[in-house]
């Protein structure tokens, strides 16, 4: 008969060898490399290919990230504060010393298709190649060519400031186990109805190139895009902005058309609202330059997405009785209309408005303290701007304006708190 402390060395030796061979496998799937695709051309200095590279680079939203305020484009040092500690843009200007002059094409494809520098260094899914995946090699070479195109700027990459554990890039790989594939060129099967290759386009630039789903997809505790819950909405890490579900549900695109869709990315605003916040910069920098062609794809793609199976919210009680419409009439109603029904162009209205209905009332809160334009486009040059509120409302009135706002003319969502609007109020003062 075997002894207790045999029996429990053996158990010990059984789960550690479970362990390595666990961590093994994590290691082997998050960093084995993925299958080479050949490049699409060599001539990476023909006018078309820039052309086309230029517009990519527009859509991907590129300077975002690898463009300081004032800074030279593309010559990084952008800020991206995450939850684990701050990542700093990369240089990408064809600097051969500082940025990417001295990468091939094939280390520029690899480096988006599958997270990795020319040397096998894994990167920082901030960079997010978790949907950059997704894109053809015709069009990262087409990238690959604008950028080499660019004017070289020498200017060293700033080291991140992560926290630890998260500053050991080792991690990534078992990061990536759990959280990334690389993806396989096959397209998408699109439902039926929609034309495919519409529909397909569409799929290929909300997944891809637009990499929608990193502000729009809830994450997990590590960080990685939850696979159960597509482009569900969710409050975003950076600044403290929702960003909203894009599929048709309440506090969604319920109830927008392919026409609306396509408008808000090109114009900045629909009656359904405007962009507002970090959405008003992507709309800025990004999507007003999309074809009407690509826009109405991803369009297109958006309104046949499948509406998660969750009841719709229960009516609420309006716990500030007639405080939120006295307010409203006050400050509001002048310009959005005693039903919410929005005056003109300038005012929309707030019946059906999608900022109004979000599950999370940051995104409004933020608006009524902070006033804001929305963008500037081709579409709509001269955008009407709303005031502050900031130094006229208390938490109080904030608040009951919105839970008024929220729980009339057909909307139905919860009721904000006075401490809703104080930490709303807090964090926008930091």
């Known amino acids: 008969m075997r002894s207790p402390l045999r029996l429990v060395g053996s158990v010990f030796a059984v789960l550690l060898i479970i362990l390595v061979i666990a961590l093994a496998a994590g290691w082997w799937l998050g960093t084995r490399p993925a299958e080479p695709v050949a490049a699409s051309t060599q001539d990476f200095d023909h006018p078309a290919l820039i052309e086309r590279g230029a517009y990519l680079a ?3 939203n590129c300077a975002a990230c690898h463009t300081t305020a004032g800074g030279e484009p593309f010559s990084g040092g952008r800020a991206i504060p995450t939850p ?12 051969r010393d500082t940025g990417i002059g001295a990468w091939s094409a094939d280390d520029f494809w690899r480096a988006l298709h599958d997270g990795r ?4 260094s894994l990167l920082y899914p901030a960079f997010p190649y978790t949907s950059y995946t997704r894109l053809s090699r015709e069009d990262t070479d087409a990238l690959y060519a604008f950028l080499r195109s660019q004017p070289a700027v020498s200017q060293p990459d700033r080291p991140h400031e992560l926290r630890f554990p998260y500053d050991q890039r080792f991690l990534l790989a078992f990061w990536r186990a759990l ?23 569409g799929a290929y630039l909300t997944e891809g190139l637009g990499h929608c789903a990193e502000c729009h997809t809830p994450r997990n505790r590590f960080g990685g895009l939850r696979g159960d819950a597509p482009f569900a909405g969710t409050l975003m890490p950076i600044g403290d902005w929702y960003a909203p579900a894009l599929t048709p549900v309440r506090g969604g695109l319920q109830g927008w058309s392919v026409a609306d869709i396509a408008t808000l990315l090109r114009a900045g605003t629909t009656p359904h609202g405007g962009a507002a916040g970090p959405m008003a910069e992507v709309v800025f920098d990004s999507s007003q330059y999309l074809t009407p062609q690509d826009a109405e794809a991803i369009a297109t793609y958006l309104v046949n997405l499948e509406a998660p199976a969750h009841p719709e919210p229960s009516p609420v009680e309006n716990v500030f009785g007639q405080l939120g419409a006295q307010r409203y009439e006050q400050h509001c109603a002048s310009c959005h209309g005693e039903q919410g029904q929005g005056k003109g162009p300038g005012w929309p209205p707030l019946a059906g408005n999608l900022t109004a209905q979000l599950p999370d009332p940051v ?20 955008p009407y701007g709303m005031p502050p509120f900031r130094h006229r409302l208390s938490d109080t009135d904030v608040a009951a304006i919105l839970s008024h706002v929220r729980q009339s003319w057909g909307n139905v969502a919860p009721a904000v708190s006075p401490n809703d609007v104080r930490k709303a109020r807090r964090h926008a003062a930091h």
């Open 58 to 60: 527009r859509l991907g």
């Open 363 to 382: 995104n409004a809160i933020r608006v009524i303290l902070d006033g804001g334009f929305a963008p500037g486009t081709a579409l709509n040059p001269q």
């Open 117 to 120: 520098g020319p040397d096998g």
């Open 84 to 95: 684990f500690g701050t990542l700093y843009g990369s240089n990408i200007t064809p600097d």
């Open 179 to 201: 959280n990334f594939r690389a993806a396989t060129p096959s397209p998408p099967s699109p439902p039926e109805g929609p034309d495919a290759t519409l529909w397909q386009r």
